[in-house]
């Protein structure tokens, strides 16, 4: 890579735990490639690997949970009428706003149909019209219907069947679930040796464990649960982007956090995973309305209601500032019982559980977490900087989503790039090596912070930031990540990875000094050149958090 300007940016005022500390590995095995994350990332990678070796998939709950499954809006391909990669390309390239990586959006929307096949070919069953075509709609950002959905508004659930059945079909891949993979196992060149993991089972495989292994695939998702309200599940806290950053790797852009404009709110007190309401809903032809009846994204952006979703988070929380309202409304009455039955029956039962009825009623909407545009810097073949680990899916930073993911483009991240990544090790898979001598000091986080850590963050790193309450909640967050004498367990693991990964969101968020994407800085309100670049965060031998800032010239994975 080379670059114009590259710039260290002050480090995080007090060291995280390089390691979580843990009891000792009380049983081990042997692996070719070990595969962490159960979504249509990992088990895409999984599917294509096993030709290569033997596989293991290590997943946080069961084979069929995680954020794939929830997903209700589709998987955007350039296969309609009059569509073509280049128009794909071009509406992520401006919802990335300036930060996209050209040749990773080129080669996501140029493999994108085809990777699509493959999963029609697994045995997705997507929505079709009499003809037998593929029915596609239309989502924020995009000038054409190219969303492919499934079971109206169910399209994350349908995949993760059809990924879950094939693995099911597949002797060859062994499945381990109930397990939070800890720390790489690294040899004495840094390169990856295996990982150490805990398992909630029975039997010889209880506890603290090590799986040895030629190359790890992280595919372990997002960091939703860093704030108070997310779209995300409980399993989603930051372990994938916190454990690559012990183990050397590099994060990049990790302060785009895309804030879904449109989920349901549930009062004040509501916490956790909350309830979304697919932007596929605007894409038929809801409205987002104010307490006064109007219709405030009118003049807002030539798409209006369909503008990137950074555009309408912003737009709902600056109305919702200006009347002093806790939310807005979403209005799709104009549906009727048979299209909200038919298209949005998931949405519709949610809606319904929580005492709304839309077919008559508002719905009333606020932006939560949703979507990390950063994570584990990547090449285009899902290599990162430590030899060995790879990364796809929302762990990833692979230069597709910039600065603000389009919709419905992550769950066709997941398949192209998780693709690339058994190609590359198809070309050339890692030599095993021993496990060198362990040197990096363990710690821990009390669980007990979590809660204050998630409000501080969703307060002062949530939709709107400034210096003061970045300086604020960083201050904080250093104190409350200090290390505990906390029984190693669960818990206590998370509560260190969701520290470190606010750590390092603080930090990103501190030093970009302008508004760009899901990023906004009312301190700094516009868009600058200078800014047009990447953060880079490292983990120094100290447990200190290093952040550099390079304006690139050469798009990643051109090996220039």
């Not at 799986?211 to 599940?233: E, H, K, W, Y």
Request: charged share 20%; glycine share 12%; hydrophobic share 40%.
């Amino acid at each position: 890579m080379t670059s114009t300007q590259d710039r260290p940016v002050d480090g995080a005022p007090a060291p995280l735990p390089l390691l979580l500390r843990s009891a000792a590995a009380g049983w081990s095995t042997y692996a070719d490639i070990v595969v962490v994350g159960s979504g249509i990332a990992g088990l895409t990678a999984a599917l294509r690997a096993r030709e290569l070796g033997s596989v293991l998939v290590v997943t946080k709950d069961n084979l069929s949970a995680g954020s794939t499954r929830w997903a209700q809006g589709g998987i955007a391909a350039a296969i309609g009428p009059g569509d073509s990669p280049d128009q794909h390309l071009a509406d992520t390239m401006v919802a990335g706003a300036g930060l996209c990586d050209e040749a990773a959006v080129r080669t996501l929307v140029t493999e994108g149909p085809d990777a699509l096949q493959e999963l029609i070919d697994l045995g997705t069953r997507f929505d079709t019209a009499e003809s037998g075509a593929l029915q596609l709609t239309r989502e924020g950002g995009h000038h054409r219907n190219r969303i492919v959905h499934a079971g109206g508004d169910a399209t994350g659930a349908e995949i993760q069947r059809a990924l879950v059945a094939a693995v099911h079909r597949a002797p060859d891949i062994e499945v381990v679930e109930h397990a939070l993979v800890l720390d790489l196992l690294l040899g004495d060149d840094g390169a990856v040796a295996g990982a150490t993991l805990h398992v909630m089972g029975e039997g010889q495989r209880d506890g603290v464990g090590a799986v040895r292994c030629r190359a790890v695939i992280l595919a372990s998702g997002g960091m939703g649960q860093v704030f108070d309200a997310t779209t995300n599940p409980s399993v989603s806290t930051g372990d994938g982007m916190a454990l690559a950053l012990r183990a050397g790797a590099t994060l990049r852009d990790v302060e785009f956090v895309q804030f879904h404009p449109t989920v349901m709110w549930l009062g004040d007190d509501s916490r956790g995973q909350q309830p979304l309401v697919s932007e596929a809903v605007r894409g038929e032809g809801a409205f987002l309305v104010d307490h006064d009846g109007r219709r405030f994204m009118q003049g807002q952006h030539e798409l209006a209601d369909l503008a990137p979703r950074d555009v309408v988070a912003k737009a709902i929380t600056r109305r919702m500032r200006e009347t002093s309202t806790p939310h807005m409304w979403l209005d799709a009455r104009g549906f009727g019982e048979q299209k909200w039955t038919e298209r949005f029956p998931t949405i519709l039962a949610s809606c319904r559980e929580h005492g709304i009825d839309p077919v008559t009623e508002l719905i009333p909407v606020a932006p939560a977490c949703h979507y990390a545009s950063g994570g584990v810097a990547t090449d285009l073949d899902g290599r990162t900087t430590v030899p060995g680990l790879y990364a796809c899916g929302e762990v990833a930073c692979s230069g597709v989503h910039g600065a603000n993911r389009l919709a419905s483009n992550s769950l066709l991240e997941g398949l192209v790039f998780g693709r690339r990544i058994a190609a590359d090790l198809a070309r050339a898979l890692p030599e095993g090596r021993e496990p060198a001598a362990e040197r990096r000091t363990p710690g821990l986080v009390d669980p007990a912070v979590v809660a204050e850590l998630q409000h501080r963050m969703s307060e002062d790193a949530g939709v709107m930031r400034d210096r003061d309450g970045l300086a604020r909640t960083l201050g904080a967050v250093g104190k409350l990540s200090a290390d505990s004498r906390s029984i190693p367990c669960t818990e206590a693991w998370e509560a260190t990875n969701l520290a470190t990964v606010s750590t390092a969101l603080l930090l990103a968020a501190q030093a970009r000094e302008e508004t760009r994407g899901s990023h906004w800085r009312e301190d700094f309100p516009d868009t600058a050149d200078d800014w047009a670049g990447h953060l880079d965060t490292t983990m120094e031998s100290d447990g200190r958090l290093q952040v550099t800032y390079t304006r690139s010239t050469t798009p990643r994975g051109t090996n220039a």
